[in-house]
Structure formats: structure tokens, C-alpha cells
């Protein structure tokens, strides 16, 4: 099977990822003027929501689990280099496909209604990558793969 | 190597027994496991088996038949697209090359594994060939479609797999012919301002 990674510590991988996920897509997203460029403003704003989503959902399955869901940092590096509007939307492509891999993980970990969740919001991230501009991937999530 | 999605305040700086530090190891770690795993991942279904000295019937085995049969028919639709199409075949080109990657990862996790009967190729000859569209447009909306089914075809195999790593494998294909989906559909034609990388 997948290793040691029991579907809590997959699911806390998870957890850990989208609260990266929230702060970063608000950062991008901050940096995105709306005026000039409406569709990738949008598109994050609809990230936003999908990854701040997640987090909640991820939370309550720890919870009904038993587990302490981690916490998010006090703070992250933002990527205070990314100006424009390309460069910003390559890093909500590339935060896409990272979510990607911790889900195709989680698949790998999980079972029943954990696996069922975690496929769905693979396919999420994918299509949001997608969305977003990235080119289709052969194997999405599994960075191993990719040529 | 999965990369982190933001790094911490300081993340580089991590040490070993930082939170995130650890699990991005520990992906590391998985995604470096499962590379092997990817091999023998029908196999680990069967390493428990009771009578190790018979052939086990892998329950993951009629699952990759499932899936080999699901891709031979995607890839039928594409050659007979792309031959009806020849303007559609440059798009299609991709798809078709994924599928073929998709398939032989299926045959090689099923040959690791035992009771698993998958032709190593794709028949060419004897299969019927679907009917296409004689418009470009409605051919290539049935393409559209047969993908995003492969999609719930592929997610519906991936739950259903006993071995975590090759639900994971399936898992990746039913996103990857979800994005391709998405891809040719005339609504994603334009890219967002970004554009693709």
C-alpha cells in the first residue's frame, strides 16, 4: 500500500496543504486587480472559496476521526516577487497541481467515504489547474510521473 | 517530489522535526515508495493471501481489466476522430499519447500482479470502430464527452481498488481525462490572462 501514511496522516496532509492553499490563493488573489483583469480575479475568488471549503470540510473529518486537525502557521512566505498578473496566475496553477499530489496521496490512503471525498476533490484541483491556464497533465498528482 | 504549497514563515529553515518539514518529507518519502508501488501494488493485495503456494485471484485484477477495456475504447474514438478529422488529430494528439502512457501503467501494475489476462496493446484490428460525426464540432463534443466519462468511469475504479497505490494510479487518470475534458471543450478554449506556462 502507500507506505506508513495512515488516512488520518493523509488527511492531515491535506488539512496542512489547503490552510497554505487559503492564505495563498488570498495573497494572489489581493495582487489580481479586477479591473484590468476580471477573469483571473474570478477564478481565484472561486479558488478561494474551494480551498477555504476543503480546509472546513477536512477539519470536521478529522474531528469525527478523533484527531486533532493541525493547525495552520501563524504566518508563510509570501511570494512578494510575483508581480504581474502571468506570474501570479503560474503560482495559482502550480498551487493547483501540488493539491494534485497531497489528494492523489490521500486516494492512495484512504477508503470508503475518505477515498470518495478525496477523488472528488482531486478532480477539483485539477480542473482548477486547468481553469487556471495549466496544460493537461498525463498523470496529475503524481509528481513521479512527470517527464 | 511534491513541492510544499507555501512554505511557513522561515520554511527553508525548518528542521527535521518541523510539522511541515516532517510531511513534506513524509510525502517525499511516499511519492518515492510508490514508485515502486505503482509496480507491485496489485501484488500487495495478494501478499496475505492464505494459500501462498496457489495462484491468488487478485481482486484488483478485474479492475485493470475494467480499465484496459475502457481505455482500448477511448483510444478507438480518438484513431477514428483523428482519421475522420485530420484537422482535429493535432489536439487529439496529446490525449491519445496519455491514454497509451495510462494503459501501460495498468498492464504493468497487472502483470506485477496474478490472474491478470491484459493484451499489452491496444487491438487495432477486429474491434469495430465507433461511428463519428461527420462535423467537426459534434465529433469533437464526443470526444468532450467520452472523456469526462472516463473521468467517472476512473474514479468509479479508483474507490473501488483494494491497493492504495494503484487507486492512486487510477485516481491521476480520472483527473488527467477530466482535465483533457475540460481542455477541448470549446468553453476552455481561452486561457486566463496568465496563460499557460
Partial sequence: MTGTLTPVDALQDALAAEHAAVHLVAFLSARVPASSHPELAARLRTAYVAHRGRRDQLVRMLRDRGAEPVAAFPTYDDPLELTTPPALAARARTLEEDCCAVYATAVGATWGAARQWALQALLESAGAAIALGAPPRTWPGLPERLA | MIGPVL??????????????????????????????????????????????????EDPDAALATEVVEALDALL??????????PRLARRLDAVRAAHEDHRAAVVEAAAAGTGVDVPPVAPTTGATPPAVSPRPRAALSAVVIAEADAAEEFSRLAFRALSGPFARLLAAMAASSHQHALALSPAAAGAPDGGSA
Fill in chain 2, 76 to 85: 478507438l474514438l480518438h484513431s477514428a476522430t483523428a482519421a475522420a478529422h
Fill in chain 2, 7 to 56: 512554505s511557513p514563515r522561515g520554511g527553508p529553515a525548518l528542521d527535521a522535526a518541523g510539522r511541515l518539514s516532517r510531511r513534506a518529507l513524509g510525502r517525499g518519502v511516499l511519492a518515492g515508495t510508490v514508485v515502486a508501488g505503482l509496480a507491485t501494488g496489485l501484488v500487495a493485495c495478494t501478499e496475505d493471501s492464505p494459500d501462498p503456494g496457489a495462484p491468488a
